[in-house]
């Protein structure tokens, strides 16, 4: 018996030896090996109808294992919430597991847990869904038990009382949670403070919640007529048609509301932080409206989305982590929804690198929209996204997942299957195209979550509003009550610098220096030079070599040359704009007849006063509580992509002729920085001549 075993073990060894000699003649194991061909795909089949209730049906057939599973999508989530009453539709979700008229939730959990089966349902922004998996054998039970929530909940008081403290548990948590946090104001930014998709739970939102308010949105939303079930496993069409009609016969359709939702109105650009003590790291978000997965440039900036912060080889994995080692999992995505989206990048770094790596960050999306990705990276992330969207079939319940989704958002179908030679089709130009409609610097907004320590790190990136851990904007409330008025602070600043006598004594200044420009990730440095007079008559020269400019106004008319150019006229506008910040000591306009100022009060050891000029500009003045001088001035400015906010930042008084003048100003905005550094003389070097007319001035 021995000698039969030992036989073809040594026949099959000796095989083993003739192919791998065969093998090592026609073998290079030098060469990397080359990949398989490639296969068509064909979305998986499915099929499709609506019951006479109105409720929508998908059915895709896998008979491998006998299981059955599925998604019950609802038009109806978070955004339909009652104003004021946010928590609404989650709670009633839960609450629909919480027991029916035939069975307590005890034993509806008794009932499942006993065969292995389960259903629990969530809520999203314009949808809830229903999930529910069981053995074949036991559907029966699960859609018994499924009908049963859908048409007879009972909304029991005592339940609904826990079911309220945990929610309240659940927001205080999220409180604590920076990432969250982040995300949670990033819709706010993006979406509009105030708009439904961007609204969160609070804990006065959840207390204000009561048991009617729940059956009122049950008896809104959940029908038939608003609703698609996707059932995925070991059954047929005509088996799911018998079990739905059977099982939820009693599911009636209504009249639904109407769905009032608003556009899309993203905030101002700056930056949105929220201050958070005890905080040792920053999570911060890079955020940008985007369009509806619909649009098909959705699908352009989601490849550009995973090319720049998806996993290791993106953009953001190679500089954030591999290169600066300022985090170890940054990411970057586009949401999926049906009416609009957004952009997301960031990750959570340490608190000292807070301003660094956002500086990483917008400069490495400045350089995809002017630069473009890299074609072998992009090809492979390409090749990637591809890869796993096929891998993804091999799950049934994933093919219903598509389709489910492709429903809530009013996808076509045929984007959803022809996805791949879609995705095959876009190139470098595509990502380019979309990197600059939806992710230009005018585009872009901030969100901060970290120590209160980390703010003067903010303010290179524009303005910065602060709000609450409630997601609140600080405003009125969030300042300090101070007994001055504007006319008084503005005396105080003047003492400030030297006294009135002394600022009235100034009649002409010139500033040579240094100037730095960062813009789109580029850094230029030259000459600069500034002179004025009062009577709001300015001359000012950079030379930056690649950009060189001039301009100049005689309190009237404006110039400008570039390049060294003939000069022309400036617009109305610019020559109105140039005029008005011709002014020496600018701070003291505020008492004038073109301005309406007030104080706003003092926060952070600053004295802020709100302004708006003649022309109807906003202007911000923050002054040092302590010393009075004028720390910095916040302007917003019109552009063809809407408002932008210049901060202006003062700092390195210096005394000149026995007046205080800054002699570092940093300007920031959305667009650039820039950073001068000056010498200052009063009362020499500047003439009428340097203001006139380019004819007779000869420039």
């Known amino acids: 018996m021995t000698q039969r075993l030992t036989l073809p073990i040594a026949m099959l060894l000796a095989c083993a030896v003739f192919f791998v000699n065969a093998a090592a003649d026609t073998l290079d194991i030098r060469k990397m090996p080359t990949a398989l061909p490639g296969t068509d795909f064909t979305f998986p089949k499915y099929d499709e109808f609506t019951l006479p209730n109105g409720l929508h049906v998908y059915v895709v057939e896998n008979h491998d294992v006998p299981t059955i599973t599925f998604s019950l999508a609802i038009k109806g989530g978070d955004a339909y919430d009652p104003m004021g009453k946010e928590g609404t539709a989650a709670i009633m979700g839960d609450m629909m597991q919480k027991g029916t008229k035939n069975r307590t939730a005890a034993q509806t959990a008794e009932a499942l847990d006993g065969v292995g089966a389960s259903i629990s349902m969530q809520t999203f922004g314009e949808s809830s869904a229903i999930n529910g998996s069981a053995l074949k054998k036991h559907a029966a039970l699960l859609f018994t038990i499924l009908g049963e929530q859908l048409t007879e909940p009972v909304f029991d008081g005592g339940e609904f009382e826990k079911l309220q403290k945990q929610y309240l548990a659940s927001v205080a948590n999220q409180r604590s949670n920076a990432a969250e946090l982040a995300q949670a104001l990033s819709r706010k930014v993006v979406y509009g403070m105030t708009n439904p998709l961007a609204r969160r739970q609070t804990e006065g ?358 390049q060294g150019g003939p000069a022309g006229n400036l617009s109305k506008e610019e020559t109105e704009r140039l005029v008005a910040d011709a002014m020496i000591f600018p701070a003291t306009a505020l008492t004038s007849s073109d301005y309406k100022a007030s104080v706003l009060g003092k926060k952070n050891g600053q004295i802020y006063v709100d302004a708006k000029n003649k022309f109807g500009r906003n202007e911000t003045y923050v002054f040092n509580a302590e010393t009075m001088l004028l720390d910095r001035i916040e302007k917003e400015e019109e552009s063809p992509q809407g408002p932008i906010v210049t901060v202006e930042k003062l700092e390195n008084y210096t005394a000149v002729a026995g007046v205080k003048f800054p002699t570092k100003v940093t300007q920031t905005s959305a667009i650039l920085t820039m950073v001068f550094t000056w010498d200052v003389k009063v009362n020499e070097g500047v003439t009428d001549a340097d203001f006139a007319a380019p004819a007779a001035s000869g420039k």
């Open 205 to 562: 939102s959840v207390k204000a919640v009561e048991r009617d308010d729940i059956e009122e949105f049950f008896k809104q939303w959940i029908r038939p007529n608003n609703a698609s079930i996707a059932v995925v496993g070991d059954v047929t069409m005509k088996e799911v048609k018998e079990m739905l009609n059977k099982y939820l016969k009693n599911w009636k359709k209504g009249e639904l509301p109407a769905v009032n939702m608003p556009d899309i109105s993203t905030e101002k650009a700056g930056v949105y932080f929220v201050p958070r003590k005890g905080s040792v790291q920053s999570s911060i978000i890079v955020c940008a409206a985007a369009p509806s997965v619909k649009d098909p440039q959705w699908l352009s900036l989601d490849l550009a989305a995973g090319y720049f912060g998806s996993g290791f080889g993106s953009i953001l994995f190679e500089t954030l982590r591999e290169t600066y080692s300022y985090t170890y999992s940054p990411f970057a995505a586009v949401t999926g929804g049906g009416r609009y989206n957004r952009f997301i990048s960031g990750s959570e770094v340490r608190s000292s690198v807070t301003d660094s790596a956002l500086r990483v960050i917008l400069s490495e999306l400045r350089k995809l929209g002017t630069e473009g990705p890299d074609e072998t990276k992009l090809a492979r992330r390409k090749a990637f996204e591809i890869g796993q969207y096929r891998m993804s079939f091999e799950r049934a319940s994933n093919v219903a997942s598509y389709l489910q989704n492709a429903w809530v958002t009013g996808k076509p179908l045929d984007m959803v299957k022809n996805y791949i030679p879609q995705f095959e089709a876009l190139d470098y130009g595509d990502v380019v195209d979309v990197a600059r409609k939806y992710l230009d610097m005018f585009k872009l907004r901030i969100i901060v979550v970290g120590s209160p320590d980390v703010r003067s790190k903010l303010e290179e990136f524009g303005p910065i509003y602060e709000y609450t851990l409630d997601l609140e904007p600080v405003g009125g409330t969030g300042y300090e009550e101070v007994d001055m008025t504007a006319k008084q602070i503005v005396d105080a600043y003047v003492t400030s610098i030297g006294g009135a006598q002394a600022v009235g004594a100034v009649k002409t200044v010139k500033m040579t220096g240094t100037a730095g420009l960062e813009m789109q990730g580029r850094n230029m440095t030259g000459k600069a030079t500034r002179k004025l007079m009062v009577g709001n008559k300015e001359w000012a020269d950079i030379d930056l070599q690649m950009i060189k400019q001039t301009q100049w106004t005689d309190g009237t008319q404006a110039w400008v040359t570039m």
